[in-house]
């Protein structure tokens, strides 16, 4: 009997539906677009967009976007909890994979917001099925 890839991801969603719990992924937006830089012949900063190569003197405004999101938390395996990487608080937490997660991000959770401190993307053919992130406050 052949496993389609599009049945794993329905089951793991499915079952995400069914037995996660609603998590608020907070994004700000620009992050990444503006560069701060400094002009030393006029003797101040400007930001640069990097997607359009425009100029402007004032720190450009950024939004702050809340999602709510799908997540399951995972406890650490021996191995992980050996490394470097992790340390005594921090959460391993599944996401769905409707909005992506980058390291600047922040999730909420019980009222306590984690900084994302690494990502990887489970993605087992041509289509995302999860995020795993490591969160630490």
């Not at 996660?20 to 937006?29: D, K, N, P």
């Not at 930001?47 to 999101?69: A, F």
């Not at 050996?82 to 409707?98: F, M, R």
């Amino acid at each position: 009997m052949a496993f389609s890839y599009d049945k794993m991801v329905d089951v793991v969603i499915k079952l995400l539906n069914n037995f996660g719990t609603e998590i608020t992924l907070q994004q700000v937006s620009n992050v990444d677009i503006w560069k701060k830089k400094f002009n030393p012949l006029e003797s101040r900063y400007y930001w640069e967009n990097t997607d359009s190569g425009d100029i402007v003197y004032t720190q450009p405004t950024s939004d702050v976007l809340q999602t709510q999101v799908l997540s399951l938390e995972d406890s650490f395996t021996k191995m992980e909890l050996d490394s470097d990487l992790v340390k005594i608080g921090d959460k391993k937490i599944y996401l769905t994979p409707e909005v992506e997660p980058f390291l600047e991000d922040k999730l909420i959770k019980d009222g306590v917001m984690y900084n994302i401190y690494y990502k990887s993307i489970i993605k087992p053919a041509d289509k995302t099925l999860l995020y795993l992130v490591y969160i630490r406050n």
